[in-house]
């Protein structure tokens, strides 16, 4: 099944400027052309066509995997397509990152690292309404009262933030599952476990592996990699 082209110029939203790369000197600073983008945008417009395609069944019940393999600066045309496979977010034909979605998915095994602090969040409009303030306006959302994916990944990046990173740190991959129905307004609790640390010439990274519930029952479950220590 081929996914219909969507593109987009990349939105740098102010609510990431705690990241030091997301703005233009950090980014210099890290090596890249300017400010870089956060993942979790990327990954919002990267989640558009499958959402249209596959609707209110992938959001509550599909799942997929995302890998970024270079920066988006801000203001750059990304576009988006694919088809079934993969979904590919580029910028001149250059591959920023690939969406791998999956229309079904199962719970994970239980997770087994250094357990994290949990973490309880609120879904709220600022959770809610971050894929409409990057430019990601499906009315699926809105029209199903449902909770957009990419609220996952971003609270993934609020556990590194909270407890594994200091300083500029890059969102390398995510694996989520989506098990249940989350809307706005929800209660979720966010349990961790840090599952995998290793180094690699971009820098050190931390694998980490999260259960999200709302009322007991498990609702995401997300692997979330990122380079907490930049070479």
């Not at 009315?139 to 996952?152: A, D, I, K, Q, S």
């Not at 999200?212 to 070479?231: F, N, R, W």
Request: hydrophobic share 40%; net charge negative; proline share 6%.
């Amino acid at each position: 099944m081929l996914f219909p082209d969507w593109s987009i110029n990349a939105v740098n939203l102010e609510e990431h400027s705690d990241n030091p790369v997301h703005a233009v000197e950090g980014g210099l600073a890290a090596g890249y052309a300017g400010a870089v983008v956060a993942g979790t945008t990327i990954f919002a417009y990267a989640t558009r066509p499958v959402a249209e395609a596959w609707g209110t069944d992938w959001v509550t019940g599909g799942g997929h995997e995302v890998r970024f393999r270079g920066p988006v600066l801000a203001d750059e045309l990304v576009v988006i397509g694919g088809d079934e496979n993969e979904v590919t977010a580029s910028v001149d034909g250059r591959a920023c990152a690939v969406l791998v979605p999956e229309r079904v998915s199962a719970a994970p095994p239980d997770p087994d690292g250094d357990r994290l602090e949990p973490l309880v969040e609120v879904i709220t409009d600022s959770w809610a309404g971050y894929a409409g303030r990057c430019g990601e306006d499906l009315g699926l959302y809105r029209n199903e009262n449902l909770v957009h994916p990419v609220v996952w990944p971003s609270l993934g990046n609020r556990v590194f933030t909270r407890q594994l990173v200091d300083g500029p740190w890059v969102h390398t991959r995510s694996r989520i599952r989506h098990l249940g129905v989350v809307r706005p307004g929800d209660t979720v609790v966010i349990e961790s476990w840090e599952i995998d640390r290793f180094t690699t010439r971009a820098g050190e990274r931390a694998v980490v592996d999260m259960r999200m519930t709302v009322s007991d029952e498990l609702v995401v479950a997300v692997e979330h990699e990122a380079i907490v220590q930049l070479s």
